[in-house]
């Protein structure tokens, strides 16, 4: 989408276009496209199209479905810093359009959910409208703003899955699956009063400063948190699968475990990953899965605090680590939970 918004933008550099044009050819051609791939009439010719390219590509470079991601994200990347490519994409996506008028909300045009199916395979069409929908454009801009209202579409945004949940939110991933389908990462900030259930033996990862407040469950296979603030405002509740915090998050409710595994990453000189506001209560059969970070491992013999919370009400069952030198021995306080690196 970035490199799109670019090759448009040269045309007005040129002096081919006018910044008008570039918008009403974008409007235009979201809609034609979604026209033609939501045609029942195209419907194998659209599966061979992905196909023949997904052999092309992967022939080329000698990978499967499963490795032709990283490939293409390895070496020199132009497009590689996301929040880079935000803010070249966000003043294209309007130009010299000037706002005025009440904020009306974004109905999404018929059909324009098939424009993320290949991109957020493993939700229904009603959530890709829904995801249409929280990421729109707000309204108010002339040629936007059209009786169909296809110009007010973000697909930029879009891409990065909800913007808000406006109501309690399932989602399930197929790790048997390929592609997107298996791992899935939603980038955007998101709000609204409802919640996330995480299904599936997939994984998903939560990156951006979220402000939900209807809480979170990871119920099977993985949920990654990416950022401070990555599971909302509300509370969390791991029933299953694993709950993966790589650098650190903060749960601005209370934190449970009934079972499954919350995976942390210990730094040398660094605070708990993992902050709770008010109560943290792992379970009889929860896990703890300590992974010792490359670049700063901590040294034998220290203590890392691993939560951080103003109560603590039981213990994990097991405590595993990634080391075949190091064990893990738990020390558990009115502060929270640390542990002391002794050699096994």
Same mark, same amino acid.
């Given at each position: 989408m970035t490199r799109?918004?670019?090759?448009?933008?040269?045309?007005?550099v040129a002096g081919m276009h006018h910044t008008v044009d570039v918008i009403g050819g974008r409007t235009m051609a979201t809609a034609l496209a979604a026209a033609t791939l939501a045609d029942p009439a195209n419907a194998?010719?659209?599966?061979?199209?992905?196909?023949?390219?997904?052999?092309?590509?992967?022939?080329?470079t000698g990978t499967t479905a499963d490795t032709l991601y990283a490939a293409a994200h390895t070496g020199? +990347?132009?497009? =590689? /810093?996301?929040?880079?490519? !935000?803010? &070249?994409? %966000?003043?294209?996506?309007?130009?010299?359009?000037?706002?005025?008028g009440r904020e009306l909300p974004l109905t999404v045009p018929k059909g324009a959910e098939v424009l993320l199916e290949t991109r957020l395979p493993y939700l229904t069409a009603d959530q890709r409208r829904e995801v249409l929908r929280t990421t729109g454009l707000p309204s108010g801009y002339v040629l936007l703003d059209g009786v169909e209202q296809w110009g007010r579409l973000n697909l930029f945004a879009a891409a990065d899955g909800y913007g808000a949940f406006d109501s309690d939110v399932?989602?399930?991933? +197929?790790?048997? =699956? /390929?592609?997107?389908?298996? !791992?899935? &990462?939603? %980038?955007?900030?998101i709000d609204g009063p409802g919640g996330l259930t995480k299904r599936g033996t997939g994984s998903l990862a939560l990156t951006g400063h979220n402000r939900y407040t209807g809480g979170t469950v990871p119920a099977e296979g993985t949920l990654a948190a990416g950022s401070e603030d990555a599971l909302g405002h509300g509370d969390v509740r791991v029933t299953d699968g694993t709950l993966r915090v790589s650098e650190r998050l903060r749960v601005r409710g209370a934190y449970a475990q009934d079972t499954g595994t919350l995976e942390v990453t210990l730094r040398a000189g660094r605070k708990a990953p993992l902050t709770v506001r008010h109560l943290a209560a792992p379970g009889s059969a929860a896990v703890l899965s300590l992974r010792l970070d490359t670049e700063r491992p901590p040294a034998e013999g220290g203590t890392l605090p691993v939560i951080g919370v103003p109560r603590l009400r039981g213990r994990f069952t097991r405590i595993e680590m990634n080391s075949d030198r190091l064990r893990a021995v738990p020390v558990y306080t009115a502060e929270g939970l640390s542990v002391r690196l002794v050699q096994r």
């Open positions: 799109a918004h670019e090759l448009a933008h040269t045309r007005i194998e010719l659209k599966a061979a199209a992905r196909a023949q390219a997904l052999a092309c590509f992967t022939a080329r020199s +990347d132009p497009y =590689a /810093d996301r929040d880079a490519n !935000a803010r &070249a994409v %966000r003043p294209r996506l309007t130009y010299v359009l000037t706002r005025q399932t989602v399930a991933l +197929d790790a048997a =699956a /390929d592609g997107f389908s298996a !791992a899935g &990462a939603w %980038r955007d900030d």
